[in-house]
């Protein structure tokens, strides 16, 4: 395989993060980008990943980071013409200690400054909505739903290369 001589820049590693850097780099216009992978792509950490998008985080901008990564997925086949299987099912995240439900309420309260609908949900609830579950040690817990009110546009990129 021809590498180029040169590069703008040269990322290192194809996981999730490589990935994405070269992908927003393209996309904001820089079209000289060499992804250099060492065995395949996602072949570390990212193959392992169980493919969730957690849309509960403490702080502002982690939120609106999750919010992006959420979006970006969702429009992702239209745009590539592959279909990535991202599916939005909706979520509950479970407490068993009150440290735990003060902090994903933190998350909710947060999320729903960005449009998202999040419930608080107390141990009988979650078990109406999930059945499967056994509440026995839960304290409460924190329901997304996977309907959002905002949409991304963007733009095409151009310029990746991958070795
Ligand atoms: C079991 C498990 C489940 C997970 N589930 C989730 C989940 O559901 N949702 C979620 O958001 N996160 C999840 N994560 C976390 C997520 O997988 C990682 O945060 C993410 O994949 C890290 O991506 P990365 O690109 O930083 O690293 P990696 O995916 O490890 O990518 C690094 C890449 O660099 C390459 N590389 C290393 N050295 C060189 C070199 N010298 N030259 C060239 N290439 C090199 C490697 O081969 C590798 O492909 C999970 C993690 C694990 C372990």
């Not at 021809?2 to 990322?11: G, H, K, M």
């Not at 193959?47 to 990564?69: E, I, K, S």
């Amino acid at each position: 395989m021809d590498l180029p001589q040169r590069a703008s820049v040269v990322i290192v590693g194809g996981g999730i993060v490589g990935c994405s850097l070269a992908y927003h780099l393209t996309l904001r216009g820089c079209t000289d980008v060499v992804l250099l992978e060492r065995k395949q792509l996602t072949c570390g950490t990212t193959w392992h990943a169980a493919g969730l998008v957690g849309q509960l985080r403490a702080t502002y901008n982690l939120t609106r980071l999750a919010q992006y990564t959420t979006n970006l997925y969702a429009s992702l086949e239209q745009e590539t013409g592959q279909a990535t299987g991202f599916r939005q099912t909706g979520s509950i995240a479970i407490a068993t200690h009150a440290a735990r439900l003060e902090e994903l309420k933190r998350g909710a309260s947060m999320a729903k400054c960005f449009g998202l609908e999040v419930q608080t949900l107390g141990p009988s609830e979650i078990a109406a909505l999930w059945p499967g579950v056994n509440v026995s040690d839960v304290v409460g817990g924190v329901y997304l739903a996977a309907r959002r009110r905002t949409l991304l546009h963007r733009h095409r990129a151009h310029g990746r290369s991958a070795f």
